[in-house]
Each structure stands twice: as C-alpha cells, then as structure tokens.
C-alpha cells in the first residue's frame, strides 16, 4: 500500500509563503489522483485542493482560490501545496490523501491519508 509523508509545515507571518511537500513511496504514484486537506484546531477536517492523475485538471476550496496552488511531480513522486498571502484562518494541520478516483478526492472520500504537517500563521 502507498504511504504518504508530508513535510514543510512551520511558523510562517500572515502575508507570508510556505510549500508543502508529500512524498508517496511505490511505483505507482501515477496511478492515483491526489488532494490537500486541512484541520483547524476545534474543527472537522476540511478540503483544500484536489488534482488529477496527470496534473492536467485542479480544484481548489473557495477559501484558497487564488492563493494556494496544488501540483505533482511524478518522476518524483511528490504532490506540492504551495500556499501564498497566508491568513491566520490558515493555521491548521495539512494533509495529503490520495485516492484511484479524482472525484472522491475532490469529494473527501480517499483511500489513504498522511500523517499530517502543522501550518501556523502568525496575525
């Protein structure tokens, strides 16, 4: 089974950029759509961002839009979140997940998520 490890969170000022990294281990990364989710201290678990197998089609969370970009490297199998103009409302756990189905992901329902990295914006 795919594992997935996120990397990049950390203290960043409000206005700021940060770029998450998720690196999946197996052969088929390609095989999979991937997506961005996050956890705010308090609150469910919410999605940010979703991409195809191929890195063709996005979608992003209205809260997000504009700001964060999500992309993939396949050769390197590593999925990308880079966020700019960060907000404090931005401070949460980062996750990534993948799933076979681009529609679940971009629905929340996928098959394998990581660990999870800590973002924290500072007002």
């Known amino acids: 089974q795919v594992q997935l490890v996120e990397s990049g969170g950390g203290l960043v000022q409000a206005g700021g950029s940060l770029r998450l990294s998720c690196a999946a281990s197996?052969?088929?990364?390609?095989?999979?759509?991937m997506g961005w989710f996050r956890q705010a201290p308090g609150k469910e678990r919410e999605f940010v961002a979703a991409?195809?197998?191929?890195?063709?089609?996005?979608y992003y969370a209205d809260s997000v839009k504009g700001r964060f970009t999500i992309s993939r490297d396949n050769a390197k199998n590593t999925l990308y979140l880079q966020m700019s103009s960060l907000k404090f409302e931005d401070t949460a756990v980062y996750y990534c997940?993948?799933?076979?189905?681009?529609?679940?992901?971009?629905?929340?329902?996928?098959?394998?998520w990581g660990q999870g990295t800590l973002v924290t914006v500072s007002s």
């Open positions: 997940a993948l799933d076979r189905e681009y529609a679940r992901v971009a629905a929340g329902v996928v098959a394998v």
């Open positions: 991409i195809n197998r191929n890195g063709g089609v996005t």
């Open positions: 197996g052969r088929t990364f390609s095989s999979y759509a």
